[in-house]
């Protein structure tokens, strides 16, 4: 970018209109928030990504079908649902899930509208009614938490999502400091979790079939499974 903004200082035949483009290029890609950038996803047509389809999807979903049985969890909540693909894998008696954008959730009740099972709702009915009216066995982070690119977000993305459960909480996601790439901010999860929740403890690691392979990145994931138990 600043080898073109360069040649354009030193060839003014190029002119303003090569400027106005390269101003037009860097509001394009400058970020504009989490919530905003996963509406507009939605809305434009985009998915949950390609950790939420295909094998990557259908191991996520052996892994937490078989807890859920294991454990006779009779209810579970998302945070941070999507547009459902991931779920038409999942068992589970009872479901509710959540999402920060409304567009997803419409997506999901029409996907799942035959399902009385089910039930979806935008996040911020959390903030409004408190997580105590939907309180689960378990609750649910997929591919979520190194999305979350504001700390005030990420911070109440946590606490909602302990507070939502009785039993378990399972992460599926990086566990590292990293900085903000486009939508993309890892975080020290579990270190959160220990300075923040003292009666959760973490007592399984599953690590992930599919290890990123930057030559593969549609078929491999940079997530591993982490469950928590409540005291």
Known sequence: MQKLKNLVKETPVIGSLTMKLIKLTTQNFKFKGTAYYWEERYKTGGNSGAGSYNKLAKFKAEVINDIVDKNELKTVVELGCGDGNQLTYAEYPKYTGFDISKTAIDICKSKFKSDANKEFFVVDKIETNGTDLYKSDLALSLDVIFHLIETD???????????????????????????????????????????????????????????????????????????????
């Open 153 to 231: 977000l990420y911070e109440q993305y946590m606490n909602n999502l302990f507070n939502l459960s009785d039993k378990y909480v399972i992460i599926y996601s990086s566990n590292y400091e990293k900085g903000q790439r486009h939508h993309e901010r890892d975080h020290n999860f579990t270190e959160w979790v220990k300075n923040n929740m003292p009666h959760w403890n973490l007592i399984e690691k599953i690590d992930n079939m599919y290890k990123y392979d930057p030559l593969k990145p549609t078929e491999t994931s940079k997530s591993d499974f982490y469950i928590f138990r409540k005291n």
